[in-house]
C-alpha cells in the first residue's frame, strides 16, 4: 500500500500538468513568453527630395556642406538621385552614405 501512495504521489503532479500540456498550454510553472519586439516601432525618417529641398534640409545629409548643397540645389532638376554622382555632384562615397536618405520626385 505504501508504493501505491508513493507512486500517486510521483504520478499526481504529472497528471495535474498533463491537460495543459496535452492542449499546447505550457504548465503553470514555467515563465510568461515576452511579446515580440518589432524594430518598426520608430517611425522612419523621411526621404529627402533632392528636387525640392532646401539649403538647410541638405546639409545635416552626411558628406553635405554649405558647398555641396548650394551644387545640387544648382543641379536640379533631378530624373534620379544617381544623377548626383553622374554630373559629379557629389563623390560615389558620399552617395553611398546618403543614397537610402534621399529621392528625386517628378512633377
Do not use: C, F
Amino acid at each position: 500500500m505504501r508504493i501505491h501512495a508513493l507512486m500517486l504521489g510521483l504520478v499526481l503532479p504529472l497528471l495535474l500538468t498533463a491537460p495543459a500540456l496535452s492542449q499546447g498550454m505550457a504548465p503553470a510553472t514555467a515563465p510568461a513568453a515576452k511579446p515580440a519586439t518589432t524594430t518598426a516601432s520608430a517611425p522612419a525618417a523621411a526621404l529627402i527630395d533632392i528636387n525640392s529641398a532646401t539649403k538647410a534640409e541638405l546639409e545635416p545629409l552626411k558628406g553635405i556642406g554649405p558647398v555641396r548643397a548650394e551644387a545640387i540645389i544648382k543641379g536640379r532638376p533631378y530624373k534620379g538621385k544617381d544623377e548626383l554622382v553622374q554630373k559629379k555632384i557629389v563623390p560615389a562615397n558620399v552617395y553611398a552614405d546618403i543614397k537610402d536618405q534621399i529621392i528625386a520626385k517628378q512633377k
